[in-house]
């Protein structure tokens, strides 16, 4: 479906968001950049607010034409993740946290670069496609100078709106995806009209509706300049 294209930061996710076909899940990328450029990665797929119709969606094969994935099935793409971001050079310190009884799951590890912390994601988005290949959308999302950060987004909203099926449209329209950035210094503007920077100064918060995202009327493309 048209969110496999539109979600391909970490397609590593998509076993999980699949079976969320009934109820709402946020979506949290949440990064830390400190001066010399590097940081921490930390991606969250939090499914809590459908912890009900989950209960018991789990209980069978398949729901509304999509396979219900066993939890070994999905352990084992997220072992498979940590497996590959740990083969990669400039990436350390791995984990993972798999909340089965409110469906929170995470990702998260340390990058020397944010170069670095590109190459992870592409990586991932390779391992994760039927094809073996990297998925446009998944390249280069980010860009360090010292004195600035900045949020590309490379999916194509003309191209692939448009493609988008009613089943595509009720599973984003509940759902929400929210890029967090934090810094050692504080910040002294963001160019997103939707991303609200913190009270102490040091980060900036975007939260957006996937469905707007997929649509074209919102975008997670955010250039911060820091202090």
């Known amino acids: 479906m048209v969110f496999r294209k539109f979600s391909s930061l970490a397609v590593f996710a998509l076993a999980l968001i ?3 076909l009934t109820g709402c899940f946020e979506i949290v990328e949440d990064i830390t950049v400190h001066a010399d450029g590097t940081g921490t990665f930390s991606y969250t797929v939090n499914m809590s607010q459908s912890k009900a119709q989950l209960d018991g969606i789990m209980k069978l094969d398949s729901t509304e034409g999509y396979r219900v994935p066993r939890k070994s099935s999905i352990m084992a793409d997220i072992e498979t993740a940590k497996k590959t971001l740990n083969n990669l050079n400039g990436i350390s310190a791995v984990s993972s946290t798999a909340d089965w009884v409110n469906y929170i799951f ?3 590890f340390n990058f020397n670069s944010v170069q670095t912390l590109n190459t992870s994601l592409e990586a991932l988005s390779e391992q ?8 446009p959308e998944a390249s280069n999302n ?3 100078t010292g004195k600035g950060f900045e949020r590309k987004s490379h999916y194509d909203a ?3 709106a448009p493609k988008l099926g009613q089943k595509d449209k009720d599973i984003l329209r509940k759902a929400t995806y929210t890029c967090i950035y934090r810094f050692d210094t504080d910040v002294q503007s963001c160019s ?4 609200q920077i913190s009270k102490n100064g040091k980060s900036v918060m975007l939260r957006l509706n996937m469905l707007q995202l997929a649509q074209g009327e919102k975008s997670m493309i955010n250039a911060i300049k820091l202090r």
Not at 130 to 135: M, Q, W, Y
């Open 106 to 108: 995470n990702i998260k």
């Open 18 to 20: 699949c079976f969320a």
């Open 128 to 135: 994760f496609t039927s094809d073996h290949k990297r998925i």
């Open 158 to 160: 003309k191209t692939m």
């Open 142 to 144: 980010f860009f360090w």
């Open 192 to 195: 997103n009209a939707d991303a």
